[in-house]
């Protein structure tokens, strides 16, 4: 089975709207830790938030926001106000138990934003 | 500061040739990676290194051959390399002290003829 689900190839938001991007994650360990990346067409992967398994609150940072519903295990990234630079590939990972070193990536999602 | 340098940004190279990717992180971080990405493609880990020993490869063949010099320091070497290895090659560092966040490299695009 998949670690890491995104079911969203692409999406077009326009200017200034807000954003959601889908990441469901499937992992039988208590510990685990939820990321996101932003990829722009450069190709430099941007680190943008963290989840920790047993993080009581959501995580945000600036723009960036993330939906954690630990019962449905989705970690989906909200993007508010969004910016034409915020076009580019995002990517969903995550860490489970142990094992620090080992990301598993989703598939990516192509976010576009409209003037 | 969280910057990860990488060099050469574009490499082209023949089969037969010998090239070296390089790597450098000046945060104190203890784990080094070096990933492979093929367009539209998730990255892939290819090698981890923690504290200055290679901890993981993921069957990487051969012809890419890791070095970790010190702990600022990442090297991949490239040997005979095939066409389908032509891919942009990240490197990325973490603290490796159970501080996972992986910060990246702007990555070396590589062509393989």
């Known amino acids: 089975a998949q670690k890491i689900t995104q079911t969203q190839p692409g999406m077009f938001v326009q200017e200034k709207e807000a954003v959601t991007l889908d990441c469901t994650y499937d992992?039988?360990?208590?510990?685990?830790?939820l990321f996101w990346y932003k990829q722009p067409s450069s190709g430099e992967m941007i680190f943008l938030i963290y989840?920790?398994?047993?993080?009581?609150q959501n995580a945000t940072e600036g723009r960036y926001s993330l939906n954690f519903q630990k019962a449905r295990k989705s970690a989906n990234l909200v993007i508010s106000a969004s910016q034409l630079g915020d076009s580019a590939m995002y990517f969903c990972a995550m860490r489970e138990g142990d094992n620090f070193n080992k990301f598993y990536f989703g598939s990516g999602t192509k976010l576009n934003v409209k003037p | 500061d969280t910057e990860v340098t990488q060099t050469p940004k574009h490499l082209v190279m023949g089969m037969t040739n010998k090239k070296s990717l390089k790597c450098e992180q000046h945060?104190?971080?203890?784990?080094m990676y070096w990933y492979k990405q093929k367009a539209k493609k998730p990255p892939e880990l290819m090698f981890v290194y923690s504290y200055e020993k290679l901890s993981i490869n993921e069957s990487v063949p051969s012809r890419f051959s890791p070095e970790c010099p010190n702990s600022s320091l990442l090297n991949l070497h490239l040997h005979a390399l095939q066409p389908e290895d032509s891919a942009l090659y990240l490197c990325?560092?973490?603290?490796?002290?159970?501080?996972?966040?992986?910060?990246f490299g702007p990555g070396t695009r590589l062509l393989v003829l």
């Open positions: 990325a560092s973490s603290q490796g002290r159970g501080h996972e966040t992986q910060y």
């Open positions: 989840q920790g398994s047993y993080d009581q």
């Open positions: 992992t039988s360990d208590p510990s685990y830790g």
């Open positions: 945060m104190g971080h203890r784990a």
